[in-house]
C-alpha cells in the first residue's frame, strides 16, 4: 500500500504561482514513476505531468508546457508540482498518482495505481 498526501494548493491570482507537494508513505526505499493529474468541474480528470522514477525523464500536457515543472526528491518520498503563470483555466482539483504495478503510458490515469485525497488551487482573474 501506498498513502499519497498532497499540500500547497490554494487560491491565487492570475499570472501567480503555487507550488503542490505530493508525500508518499507506505513503501519506504521503492520508486516509482508519479503523476499529476487535475479535474475542473464538470470536466474529466486530465492528465498534467508525469515524472520518472528517477527524475530523469519528465511528461508535459501541451496546456501546461512552459509553464508548470515536476520534480522530485527521493530522500523525502516527495513529488512536486512547481505552477507559474497560472491561469483561470487552470482551477480544479489536482491529484497526484503512482505507478507501482501498471507499466503502461504515464499519459493516462487508469495506468496508476495509488491516488491521493486532492489539492484545490483556484485561478482568479
Known amino acids: 500500500q501506498v498513502q499519497l498526501v498532497e499540500s500547497g494548493g490554494g487560491l491565487v491570482q492570475a499570472g501567480g504561482s503555487l507550488r503542490l507537494s505530493c508525500a508518499a508513505s507506505g513503501r519506504p526505499g521503492s520508486r516509482f514513476p508519479m503523476g499529476w493529474f487535475r479535474q475542473a468541474p464538470g470536466k474529466e480528470r486530465e492528465f498534467v505531468a508525469a515524472?520518472?522514477?528517477?527524475?530523469?525523464?519528465?511528461y508535459y500536457a501541451d496546456s501546461v508546457k512552459g509553464r508548470f515543472t515536476i520534480s522530485r526528491e527521493n530522500a523525502k518520498n516527495t513529488v512536486y508540482l512547481q505552477m507559474t503563470s497560472l491561469k483561470p483555466e487552470d482551477t480544479a482539483v489536482y491529484y497526484c498518482?503512482?505507478?507501482?504495478?501498471?507499466?503502461?503510458?504515464?499519459?493516462?490515469?487508469?495506468?496508476?495505481?495509488?491516488w491521493g485525497q486532492g489539492t484545490q488551487v483556484t485561478v482568479s482573474s
Open positions: 498518482a503512482a505507478q507501482l504495478f501498471n507499466s503502461a503510458s504515464v499519459y493516462y490515469g487508469t495506468s496508476y495505481d495509488y
Open positions: 515524472i520518472s522514477w528517477n527524475g530523469d525523464r519528465t
